[in-house]
């Protein structure tokens, strides 16, 4: 089941990344490359020498030339967004180390599924599109997936259920104009509303406010991050649930963010909305019904992303 995977940056994320699939089982071959390489070295030394109690596979620090015949490359590089400081902010910084890796890991990994993960997510994503050369099918960015798991983790709290009956998306940008299409919300196949009132909770009240739970969800990444730092173990959870989607041959739906051509109205842009994920990458999106107010969201989102890629040297 297991593929070959390399990832590109061996810091929080990267490295977590990297353990989160050897444990898993879900990569055969791991390669981590970063332009530290005693660090990368290292990181993969130490899950290495865990490796007799999991799923066989094979964990070694690297160069771009490593990662030749990849079936997944995972990018984290880039610098790493500080308390106080919006996934925006980073733009320019990131845009640029984008810029300079993508012709060495393209060259070496043509056939890849590209997962990008570093912020500003939908940006690099755009990025890697407009400069890879690779069709947009195979370039993923993790975008509103992680969103998705916050929400759905929200509300299993929010009624004390489990997870798994929670039913339910995050779309548009992986940031501050991201946003809850209710509409489609649902636990255990009904509707999240009428299951509220169910339990005699009333809707966008005291016990349950779909306002309070969409700024749980926008701000949970600036909380962590004042809280301990960084963020790393549920966005590595989330990339390990992707590279399983890719791996197996059912296609999932999943809430990511890749380029967007003319569904609900919007092109050339990367943000999230519902994409089928099967082997080779994205194979289509599926078109949600939305309400008028969240078409509107959604639309607004883009076109913040549009503003700030118009501001960009790409």
């Known amino acids: 089941m297991g593929k070959k995977v390399s990832i590109i940056g061996a810091g929080y994320v990267g490295s977590t990344i990297a353990y989160t699939l050897a444990v898993s089982g879900n990569a055969s071959e791991i390669v981590l490359i970063d332009i530290n390489e005693s660090k990368a070295f290292g990181e993969a030394m130490d899950i290495r020498q865990g490796a007799p109690y999991i799923s066989p596979t094979t964990i070694y620090s690297g160069d771009y030339e490593d990662a030749k015949d990849s079936d997944v490359v995972i990018v984290t590089s880039g610098v790493a967004?500080?308390?106080?400081?919006?996934?925006?902010?980073?733009?320019?910084?990131?845009?640029?180390?984008?810029?300079?890796?993508?012709?060495?890991?393209?060259?070496?990994?043509?056939?890849?599924?590209?997962?990008?993960?570093?912020?500003?997510?939908?940006?690099?994503?755009?990025?890697?599109?407009?400069?890879?050369?690779?069709?947009?099918?195979?370039?993923?960015?993790?975008?509103?997936?992680?969103?998705?798991?916050?929400?759905?983790?929200?509300?299993?709290?929010?009624?004390?259920?489990?997870?798994?009956?929670?039913?339910?998306?995050?779309?548009?940008?992986?940031?501050?104009?991201?946003?809850?299409?209710?509409?489609?919300?649902t636990i255990s196949g009904i509707h999240v509303d009428t299951y509220a009132r169910s339990r005699g909770l009333s809707v966008s009240g005291s016990g349950f406010d779909h306002e309070e739970i969409e700024n749980y969800v926008r701000k949970s990444g600036a909380t962590i991050i004042d809280a301990k730092g960084a963020t790393y173990y549920a966005v590595s959870l989330t990339v390990n649930h992707i590279v399983?989607?890719?791996?197996?041959?059912?296609?999932?739906?999943?809430?990511?963010?890749?380029?967007?051509?003319?569904?609900?109205?919007?092109?050339?842009?990367?943000?999230?909305?519902?994409?089928?994920?099967?082997?080779?990458?994205?194979?289509?999106?599926?078109?949600?019904?939305?309400?008028?107010?969240?078409?509107?969201?959604?639309h607004h989102s883009a076109d913040t992303l549009k503003n700030v890629i118009s501001s960009l040297k790409i």
Not at 170 to 176: A, L, N, Q, S, Y
Not at 267 to 287: N, P
């Open 244 to 298: 399983k989607c890719l791996n197996r041959g059912i296609d999932t739906a999943l809430s990511l963010s890749s380029l967007m051509e003319g569904e609900y109205g919007i092109d050339d842009v990367c943000l999230s909305v519902l994409s089928i994920v099967g082997k080779g990458g994205i194979r289509g999106k599926l078109i949600s019904p939305l309400t008028d107010e969240e078409i509107a969201k959604l």
């Open 81 to 185: 967004r500080r308390p106080g400081q919006s996934r925006l902010d980073l733009a320019q910084i990131n845009v640029d180390i984008s810029k300079s890796i993508i012709p060495k890991i393209t060259r070496v990994a043509p056939n890849a599924v590209y997962i990008v993960v570093s912020n500003p997510v939908d940006i690099l994503t755009y990025v890697f599109c407009k400069c890879s050369g690779l069709p947009a099918g195979q370039i993923i960015g993790t975008g509103c997936l992680l969103d998705t798991a916050r929400f759905r983790s929200r509300l299993a709290e929010n009624f004390s259920i489990s997870m798994q009956n929670v039913h339910g998306v995050v779309f548009g940008e992986h940031g501050d104009t991201s946003f809850i299409p209710w509409s489609l919300a």
